[in-house]
């Protein structure tokens, strides 16, 4: 199925590994022109030389940390200086730490805010008015089931992604007449490198080794295994795309049934 995002202008964020480069690597399969970012400049440029090898789409690396808006926006000046406009943004960042509400401080509860809900919505500020003046635009917000399902030991998480689903539904619904769609995909249990880390926090707080953790979430999966990466990308693709022209303000769960809820 064609997308319908040929010569679309995508920017994605933290994309040099794990779900972010894997929703750049699709854009590009598509023929979107991508933009991706990371904090580590050589990550980005590697990343983005990687796509452009396999895909023969326009790829740019940038470096730039989504937590600092000096920084963020010099990202979007960049792709709006090579390619004129923004067509597309998909929002992600890294998870906050694995921890229970005993354990978490205030400060903790600020830095986790700031990377995982003012990062999607300062990049937002910048690229929506260009979005909403030309007609046509997609937002897509990288969250977790968690949002549907609070996952325990990930209280940070769980807050945090919550609130950035309220906004973006709320948002949708401003911006929609103007052909602009806001949605959100929501991973479940996903082999990237995060989960490897969350992996590695709850063996060492179990006692269990780290692959007896990862085979413990896999059997919670209807499907018995863990998603890669690509699956999510695909979400990812379809949700920016002009086939989801009439999809705003959706939590779109890619977990494997792992959600029991009905909504």
Same mark, same amino acid.
């Given at each position: 199925?064609?997308?319908? &995002?040929? @010569?679309?202008?995508?920017?994605?964020?933290?994309?040099?590994?794990?779900?972010?480069?894997?929703? *750049?690597?699709?854009? *590009?399969?598509?023929?979107?022109?991508?933009?991706?970012?990371?904090?580590?400049?050589?990550?980005?440029?590697?990343?983005?030389?990687?796509?452009? @090898?396999?895909?023969?789409?326009?790829?740019?690396?940038?470096?730039?940390?989504?937590? @600092?808006?000096?920084?963020?926006? +010099?990202?979007?000046? /960049?792709?709006?200086?090579?390619?004129?406009? &923004?067509?597309?943004?998909?929002?992600?960042?890294?998870?906050?730490?694995? !921890?229970?509400?005993?354990?978490?401080?205030?400060?903790?509860?600020?830095?986790?805010?700031?990377?995982?809900?003012?990062?999607?919505?300062?990049?937002?500020? /910048?690229?929506?008015?260009?979005?909403?003046?030309?007609?046509?635009?997609?937002?897509?917000?990288?969250?977790?089931?968690?949002?549907?399902?609070?996952?325990?030991?990930? /209280?940070?998480?769980?807050?945090?992604?919550?609130?950035? !689903?309220?906004?973006?539904?709320?948002?949708?619904?401003?911006?929609?007449?103007?052909?602009?769609?806001?949605?959100?995909?929501?991973?479940?249990?996903?082999?990237?490198?995060?989960?490897?880390?969350?992996?590695?926090? +709850?063996?060492?707080? !179990?006692?269990?080794?780290?692959?007896?953790?990862?085979? /413990?979430? *896999?059997?919670?999966?209807?499907?018995?295994?863990?998603?890669?990466?690509?699956?999510?990308? *695909?979400?990812?693709?379809?949700?920016?795309?002009?086939?989801?022209?009439?999809?705003?303000?959706?939590?779109?769960?890619? @977990?494997?049934?792992?959600?029991?809820?009905?909504?």
């Amino acid at each position: 199925m064609d997308l319908g &995002i040929k @010569d679309r202008v995508a920017l994605v964020a933290a994309a040099s590994k794990g779900i972010g480069f894997a929703a *750049a690597r699709e854009l *590009a399969k598509e023929g979107a022109r991508v933009f991706l970012c990371s904090r580590d400049e050589k990550r980005a440029s590697e990343a983005a030389q990687e796509l452009h @090898d396999e895909t023969g789409a326009t790829v740019a690396g940038i470096g730039a940390d989504v937590t @600092d808006n000096e920084s963020v926006e +010099r990202f979007v000046k /960049l792709a709006l200086e090579r390619a004129g406009r &923004i067509d597309i943004l998909v929002n992600n960042a890294g998870g906050p730490p694995s !921890t229970t509400f005993v354990d978490t401080d205030l400060e903790m509860f600020r830095k986790a805010f700031e990377l995982n809900a003012l990062s999607a919505i300062r990049l937002a500020k /910048l690229v929506l008015p260009g979005m909403r003046a030309q007609k046509w635009g997609r937002i897509v917000n990288i969250t977790s089931v968690s949002v549907k399902q609070p996952i325990e030991g990930l /209280l940070l998480s769980n807050t945090v992604r919550a609130g950035l !689903t309220g906004w973006a539904k709320t948002v949708s619904t401003e911006v929609a007449a103007d052909n602009v769609t806001v949605n959100n995909v929501a991973p479940g249990y996903t082999l990237t490198e995060r989960q490897e880390e969350l992996a590695t926090a +709850r063996a060492a707080a !179990t006692g269990k080794p780290k692959e007896e953790m990862i085979g /413990l979430w *896999a059997a919670q999966v209807p499907m018995r295994r863990l998603a890669s990466p690509e699956e999510i990308g *695909a979400a990812v693709a379809f949700l920016a795309s002009e086939r989801a022209s009439y999809i705003t303000g959706v939590t779109l769960q890619v @977990d494997g049934g792992w959600v029991r809820s009905l909504l």
